[in-house]
């Protein structure tokens, strides 16, 4: 793992940029210090990367060790409320909810995997999760593949909302063991993981399809993903779009036969929802 700071003139401009990269598994925002951004990723940044808008380099890139990594990650995140009936909570802190009976505590240590419900992306996708199962009163009905599934994030609070049939599926096989952790701190033994790349994975369709990945990967999986919705009420919900690249989604999802249903954005980050059209 290796670590840099910089700050950046437009923060956010630069924080999407950097997500295009590869290797980046998290950005933090430095409290106190405003457009200072600390970046985690799986190999080195280089200090002369063209296009990452107007930043000043104040740490070069350096190695952390897993175990630096993984503490000093910890320092930064705190219990996460993402709605009133979700809250996402560090396992090594505690949270009590505040109405026991409506709110659901998700426990997550996300390692070196993306996913521990602080980026915009995650958010919103959380957030629609959650407008569903209140919706449909529970996803016990809902059957739920989730694609980039990183910490298993979305497919355990998928099943904190009543979900039974879950697969969550990642191109990077050291999620697989950290997604199956955090399975089991929730009580959801019953969710399958699987790093076997979604062409091939078995053609199971799902009511809920979901992706978090960035546009380019969501537009080239896009027939893999329509082919696996179920017919004719199946969802896809996908997010990890910059604001910029939901033209080229939509376009991808209409080639499938699907429409869009649903837009949420935070900050430049957008969320899309497809049905079969
Ligand atoms: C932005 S993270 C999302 C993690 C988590 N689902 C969340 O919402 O926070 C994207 C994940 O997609 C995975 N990924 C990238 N390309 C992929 C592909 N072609 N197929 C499946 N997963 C992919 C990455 O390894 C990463 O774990």
């Not at 960035?214 to 329509?226: K, Q, S, T």
């Amino acid at each position: 793992m290796y670590q840099c700071q910089l700050r950046a003139a437009d923060p956010q401009l630069t924080e999407e940029l950097l997500w295009t990269l590869e290797g980046m598994v998290a950005i933090d925002y430095a409290v106190q210090q405003p457009g200072v951004l600390r970046v985690y990723s799986t190999t080195p940044l280089a200090e002369n990367l063209a296009g990452l808008g107007q930043v000043q380099w104040l740490t070069p890139t350096q190695p952390v060790y897993e175990q630096d990594w993984a503490e000093s990650w910890k320092q930064h995140w705190h219990v996460t409320p993402i709605t009133p009936q979700l809250t996402i909570c560090p396992s090594w802190l505690a949270h009590t909810p505040s109405n026991p009976s409506t709110e659901k505590v998700l426990t997550l240590d996300p390692g070196s995997a993306f996913g521990n419900g602080t980026h915009d992306t995650t958010v919103l996708m959380l957030e629609q999760l959650d407008a569903l199962s209140q919706q449909r009163q529970g996803l016990a009905q809902t059957s739920v593949l989730d694609v980039g599934t990183g910490s298993g994030i979305l497919a355990v609070a998928a099943g904190l909302m009543g979900a039974t049939q879950i697969m969550g599926q990642d191109i990077d096989p050291l999620t697989v063991p950290v997604a199956e952790a955090n399975a089991l701190l929730n009580h959801q033994p019953h969710i399958t993981w699987t790093a076997t790349p979604l062409p091939q994975l078995c053609l199971t369709r799902y009511d809920l399809v979901l992706a978090n990945i960035l546009a380019p990967v969501i537009v080239e999986l896009m027939p893999d993903l329509a082919c696996r919705m179920a017919q004719p009420d199946g969802l896809l919900l996908t997010s990890g779009i910059i604001h910029t690249a939901a033209p080229q989604v939509v376009a991808a999802a209409q080639a499938c036969g699907l429409v869009q249903t649903h837009m949420a954005t935070r900050g430049q980050w957008v969320a899309l929802t497809f049905a079969a059209a």
